[in-house]
Antibody
Framework: EVQLAESGGGLVQPGGSLRLSCAAS????????MNWVRQAPGKGLEWVSY????????HYADSVKGRFTISRDNAKSSLYLQMNSLRTDDTAVYYC??????????WGRGTLVTVSS | EIVLTQSPATLSMSPGERATLSCRAS??????LAWYQQKPGQAPRRLIY???TRATGISPRFSGSGSGTEFTLTISSLQSEDFAVYYC??????????FGQGTKVEIK
């Protein structure tokens, strides 16, 4: 059974940093591109970042470019998101999602990041 | 960036009724469109991909249609578990796979 489990969320002050993790199981992690998608409270879904299966390709939404860094460790079947210079509008539930050819076929349950003083 | 516009924002329906949700793309996305269902406190779940193909385990009361810029998700007979928010997503413009703003299907 495919499972994705995010961790690392919490309360952080504006300007602070946080590192999210996503532990994958039930599939060959190294064969899939992975994404971070976020959802602000009461709002819709926003794609944040993508990393290819072999870490060769990375992409970011304009809203996080230069502040967030995606990475992965295929040996540990894990995806990460390093978030720096956090702003109040980064407050959201952050999901990791597996990229299929035709959309995101599996999602984690999410981890809440709250940026507030 | 491809913008997806969903309508209506909210659909008030009774159980057993047929629900029709729309998604319009700002430029053509061929059939590269998916629909997701999200219930409160849960992650989204993919229902439809390729505009009309049901994902594994999805009830046949969910159907998708359309191509290019106009798409529709139809729920043939609403069950209590179908009241949720539905999002369309285009994956034609890799990797910037954008979402619509969502349609909430609520109990009338």
């Amino acid at each position: 059974e495919v499972q994705l489990a995010e961790s690392g969320g919490g309360l952080v002050q504006p300007g602070g940093s946080l590192r999210l993790s996503c532990a994958a199981s039930g599939f060959t992690f190294s064969r899939y591109g992975m994404n971070w998608v976020r959802q602000a409270p009461g709002k819709g879904l926003e794609w944040v970042s993508y990393m290819g299966s072999s870490s060769s390709a990375t992409h970011y939404a304009d809203s996080v470019k230069g502040r967030f860094t995606i990475s992965r460790d295929n040996a540990k079947s894990s995806l990460y998101l390093q978030m720096n210079s956090l702003r109040t509008d980064d407050t959201a539930v952050y999901y990791c999602a597996r990229a299929a050819v035709d959309g995101y076929d599996y999602w984690g349950r999410g981890t809440l990041v709250t940026v507030s003083s | 960036e491809i913008v997806l516009t969903q309508s209506p924002a909210t659909l008030s329906m009774s159980p057993g009724e047929r629900a029709t949700l729309s998604c319009r793309a700002s430029q053509g996305v061929s059939s590269n469109l998916a629909w997701y269902q999200q219930k409160p406190g849960q992650a989204p779940r993919r229902l439809i991909y390729g505009a009309s193909t049901r994902a594994t385990g999805i009830s046949p009361r969910f159907s998708g249609s359309g191509s290019g810029t106009e798409f529709t998700l139809t729920i043939s007979s609403l069950q209590s578990e179908d009241f949720a928010v539905y999002y369309c997503q285009q994956y034609n413009n890799w990797p910037l796979w954008t979402f619509g703003q969502g349609t909430k299907v609520e109990i009338k």
